[in-house]
C-alpha cells in the first residue's frame, strides 16, 4: 500500500510543470523581451522599408506626371485662339498649301499698291500680343515729347498681369529714347509702360490716343487697352495690322530702331570690390555704369539677305508668336502680317517661305516678260 501511494505522488510530481529559480525565470523573461523587442524592431523596418518604397514610387509617379504635364503644356503651347478656332479662310488668289504656312493668320500686301498678294483670316480680331508696341511708339512721337528727357522706371511700370521679368532695375533712368529703342528692338514691357506712364495726362489719356490713331489710320476692328500688348484685350485684324505698320513706316526714327539688330544701353549696376585699409581687407560695394546689349527679338533683322524697314514681333498665349515687317523683297515693298504662328521659329519659317515665293514669282513674270518682248 505504501508503495502504491509513494509510486502515485511521484507520478504526479512529474506531471507537474516544474518551478524555476528567481534568477532562472527572470532571465528567460528577458529573453522573451529581447524576442519581442527584435520582433517588433523587424516588424518596424520591415514598415518602414516598405513605407521609403511606396514613398519613392509615389515620388517617380509625380516626376513622371510632372514630366507629362510638362510635355503636354509643350505641345498644347496655343490654346483656343480665335484664329484656330474660327478656322476661317478668306484667301482669294492662293490657296494656303501652295506656302504652307504655319501662322493661323497671314496677310502679304503690295506696299505702293495696296493689293493683296496673299490672305489667310484676314479678317478674324485676334489678341496682337506686343505688336501693340507700334501703337505705343507712333503715340509717344505723335506727342512730340523730348526724346532726350530721362524717364525713371518704377513699380507702376511691372508686370503685374503675367508676371514677366525685364532686365530694367527700378530705378533706371533713361531717355525717352531709348526707352523707344528697347521697346521695339527687345520688346521690353517696362519700357513701354514707362512711355504710356509719362505721357501727357497719364495711362488713361495714352490708351485714349491709342484707340483715337487707330480710328484715324482706318484700323476698324483694332481696340488698346494697354501699351505693352499683355493684355489679351489688346486685339486687331491682319488687315488693321497691315494699315498700323504702313502708318509705322512714315515715322523715320521707328524704321530706324526696329529694323535694327541690335542696341547696347547704359544701366546702373552694383560692383563689390576688395579695400585695403590699415593692413586689413574689406569687401565694399560701388556703383558702376555697365553697358547691356538689347538683341532684336526678331532674328531676321540680323541677317543680309533681309532688307527690312520696319519689325515687331510679339508673343502671349492667347495670341500666339506674331510678327509683322515691312521689307524689300525682289525690288517690291511689302507688308508682311504673320499671327499665332504654332512653334517658337514658324513664324520666322513663314517669313523665309513667303521671301522665296515672292523671289520666284518675280523670276517667273521676269522671264515672261522677256519672252513677250
Not at 21 to 28: G, K, L, M, Q, T
Not at 81 to 98: A, E, G, H, I, M
Not at 284 to 307: E, G, M, P, Y
Not at 335 to 357: C, F, H, N, P, T
Amino acid at each position: 500500500m505504501k508503495k502504491s501511494l509513494l509510486l502515485l505522488t511521484l507520478m504526479a510530481f512529474l506531471a507537474s510543470p516544474m518551478a524555476l529559480p528567481p534568477e532562472a525565470e527572470a532571465a528567460s523573461r528577458t529573453q522573451n523581451k529581447t524576442h519581442k523587442v527584435k520582433a517588433g524592431k523587424a516588424k518596424s523596418k520591415t514598415a518602414k522599408t516598405g513605407k521609403a518604397k511606396a514613398k519613392k514610387v509615389s515620388l517617380k509617379s509625380a516626376r513622371k506626371g510632372f514630366k507629362a504635364s510638362k510635355r503636354a503644356r509643350v505641345v498644347a503651347e496655343n490654346p483656343n485662339t480665335p484664329l484656330r478656332t474660327l478656322k476661317v479662310s478668306y484667301d482669294n488668289s492662293w490657296q494656303d498649301n501652295d506656302l504652307d504656312l504655319k501662322s493661323a493668320a497671314a496677310l502679304v500686301v503690295d506696299q505702293k499698291s495696296g493689293e493683296a498678294l496673299y490672305a489667310k483670316n484676314v479678317e478674324v480680331a485676334t489678341p496682337i500680343a506686343s505688336i501693340t508696341k507700334l501703337m505705343t511708339a507712333m503715340v509717344a512721337l505723335d506727342a512730340r515729347l523730348p526724346l532726350d528727357e530721362e524717364i525713371v522706371i518704377s513699380a507702376d511700370d511691372m508686370d503685374r498681369l503675367k508676371g514677366t521679368g525685364s532686365r530694367l532695375a527700378l530705378g533706371t533712368r533713361l531717355t525717352r529714347e531709348e526707352l523707344l529703342h528697347l521697346a521695339l528692338i527687345a520688346s521690353e514691357n517696362r519700357a513701354a509702360a514707362a512711355l504710356s506712364r509719362a505721357y501727357p495726362g497719364g495711362r488713361d489719356a495714352f490708351i485714349a490716343a491709342m484707340n483715337r490713331k487707330a480710328r484715324e489710320i482706318g484700323m476698324k476692328q483694332a481696340h488698346f487697352v494697354d501699351g505693352t500688348g499683355l493684355n489679351s484685350d489688346n486685339r486687331a485684324t491682319a488687315s488693321d495690322l497691315v494699315r498700323m505698320v504702313d502708318a509705322a513706316y512714315q515715322y523715320p526714327l521707328i524704321r530706324q530702331i526696329s529694323s535694327a539688330g541690335s542696341y547696347d544701353v547704359s544701366v546702373p549696376g552694383r560692383k563689390v570690390v576688395r579695400v585695403k585699409e590699415k593692413g586689413k581687407v574689406r569687401r565694399v560695394a560701388r556703383s558702376v555704369t555697365r553697358q547691356v546689349a538689347f538683341h532684336n527679338t526678331n532674328s531676321l533683322t540680323r541677317s543680309q539677305d533681309w532688307d527690312i524697314g520696319v519689325s515687331k514681333t510679339g508673343y502671349i498665349n492667347e495670341a500666339g508668336r506674331c510678327l509683322v515687317m515691312q521689307a524689300s523683297i525682289a525690288e517690291r515693298k511689302v507688308i508682311i502680317v504673320l499671327l499665332d504662328s504654332w512653334g517658337k521659329w514658324s513664324r520666322i519659317g513663314d517669313a523665309q517661305r513667303i521671301k522665296k515665293w515672292l523671289e520666284k514669282d518675280n523670276q517667273v513674270a521676269s522671264r515672261s516678260h522677256r519672252n513677250s518682248a
